[in-house]
């Protein structure tokens, strides 16, 4: 079969290969923050990280320091032309770390492939190009993916390929509006395409402790992902990782010198968190996940 569950599915939860689809429909939650810091912290810690850009506005992209606008091919390439393999878009940052970029016609895509969403052809493109990859000599121990900010075609591929999610998300007023929607979409993807995929959790970014209103989001989310355990849902397991991001100043400066923040500013307090958060994502136990 010509597909990556045989690379995906663990042989030993040590040497199952990682996908992480870091998404959430609202814009501004910190979704191109985390994947950017978090795939290169677990560099930093000496995994194989392939970080996908899956938005078409090419944050991640430029936060990497790649211009999107002078890319002979990227993912766009990829998943309109049977004829670009991954490997012909994938960058190299440096050894263990590599990028498949994204640049603005990758708005194009959901209408492009159209015409095969109904066989599901279109929903698993991202999954079926990458499996040669997967077996080659370039091939990454952990994919961080990260989702434009909308439930559609291309987020529909990120969850198709990827194994968990992760949602990035402030601790505002209304924070946990759109979650139910967001897990609705997880769980169609899962019934339809990928039996494996899981929501590993929410991770809360810019975050202010202190203030009254965090702390009451934080309980009210704290009290759906509880209600969530005795369900048959893909958030099961879902955790409120550890630990938050807190906002941090240099985070927010790093992404116009297309720098990481462990380039840009390492002994920050952005670069301590993601660094540990990065810990305990590959810490949590990866049997029997869903
Ligand atoms: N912890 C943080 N502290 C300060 N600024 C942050 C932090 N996380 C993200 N930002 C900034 O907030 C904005 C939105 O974050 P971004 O990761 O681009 O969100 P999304 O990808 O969900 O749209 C960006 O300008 C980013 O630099
Ligand atoms: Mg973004």
Request: net charge negative; glycine share 6%.
């Amino acid at each position: 079969m010509n597909d990556i569950a045989s690379v995906v599915a663990p042989t030993s939860a040590a040497s199952a290969l990682r996908v992480i689809a870091v998404m959430n429909q609202k814009g501004g939650v910190g979704k191109t923050t985390t994947a950017v810091n978090l795939g290169a912290a677990m560099a930093r810690l000496g995994r194989r990280v392939l970080m996908i850009d899956l938005d078409p506005q090419a944050h991640m992209t430029l936060h990497m320091g790649i211009d999107p606008t002078q890319l002979e091919t990227s993912v766009y390439h990829v998943l309109t032309d049977d004829d670009v393999p991954v490997s012909d878009a994938v960058r190299i940052i440096h050894d263990g770390l590599a990028v498949l970029p994204s640049e603005v016609n990758l708005a194009g895509v959901e209408t492009e492939l159209a015409p095969k969403m109904v066989t599901g052809l279109a929903q698993r493109v991202l999954r079926a190009k990458l499996a040669p990859y997967l077996r080659g000599p370039q091939a990454p121990e952990v994919i961080v993916i990260d989702c434009p900010p909308s439930l559609g075609l291309l987020t529909i591929n990120a969850l198709t390929l990827a194994r968990e999610v992760i949602v990035p998300m402030q601790a505002h007023f209304l924070a946990l509006q759109g979650l139910g929607k967001l897990l609705e979409t997880v769980a169609l993807v899962r019934q339809a395409f990928n039996p494996d995929l899981t929501v590993s959790g929410v991770v809360l970014c810019m975050h202010e402790s202190q203030t009254l209103l965090a702390g009451e989001v934080v309980a009210d989310l704290t009290q759906f992902l509880e209600q969530g355990r005795q369900q048959d849902v893909p958030w099961r397991r879902a955790q409120l990782l550890a630990p938050p991001i807190r906002r941090n100043i240099k985070l927010a400066e790093c992404p116009s010198f297309g720098k990481t923040i462990f380039d840009y500013a390492p002994a920050c307090a952005g670069a301590q968190d993601y660094q540990q958060l990065a810990q305990s994502v590959l810490a949590m136990p990866q049997d029997a996940a869903s």
